[in-house]
């Protein structure tokens, strides 16, 4: 191989590896995708508290939801959203909250009515907001 060929394979390397590092930067995580990305860890959490709720093991209880409500206060920002859209995120906010404090007092009954609750301000929420799936 020559000098010259060397140097432009070099050459030619050293862009790839630029223009390597410069894809993230050009497509920059849209609000779309950090949103999908947060709602991902709503159902990993949500089935996670499932286990938690149902075993009666609070102090996970307590954890898991206080990450739900941080979850709801990101997630919420992120949208364009409708008012019927606050009033969901707002719904589900105040059930995570009902849920961290219904652990933290130890009453299972309150638990594991907050819990449902979660579940249905997820599906009452999704109704409006997700395309209706292909039959
Ligand atoms: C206030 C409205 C609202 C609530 C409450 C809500 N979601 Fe969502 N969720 C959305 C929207 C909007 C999308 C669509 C996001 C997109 O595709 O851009 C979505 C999408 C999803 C997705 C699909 C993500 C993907 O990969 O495309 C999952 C999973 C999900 N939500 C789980 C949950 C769970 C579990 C709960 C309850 C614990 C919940 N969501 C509560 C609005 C909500």
């Known amino acids: 191989m020559t000098h010259r060929r060397t140097r432009r394979y070099a050459r030619t390397a050293a862009t790839l590896a630029v223009l390597a590092l410069l894809v993230p930067l050009a497509a920059p995580a849209s609000a779309q995708t950090d949103l999908r990305i947060l709602m991902r860890q709503k159902l990993e959490l949500a089935q996670r508290l ?4 149902v075993l009666g093991r609070l102090p996970a209880v307590q954890r898991d939801a206080a990450e739900l409500v941080r979850i709801s206060e990101t997630a919420a920002w992120m949208t364009a959203p409708t008012p019927e859209y606050f009033t969901h995120a707002d719904e589900f906010e105040q059930a995570a909250r009902d849920l961290e404090a219904a652990a ?8 594991s009515s907050a819990y449902m609750t979660i579940v249905e301000t997820c599906v009452q929420c999704h109704r409006e907001a997700l395309p209706r799936p292909a039959p």
């Open 50 to 53: 499932f286990g938690a709720v």
């Open 104 to 111: 933290a007092a130890g009453d299972l009954g309150e638990v």
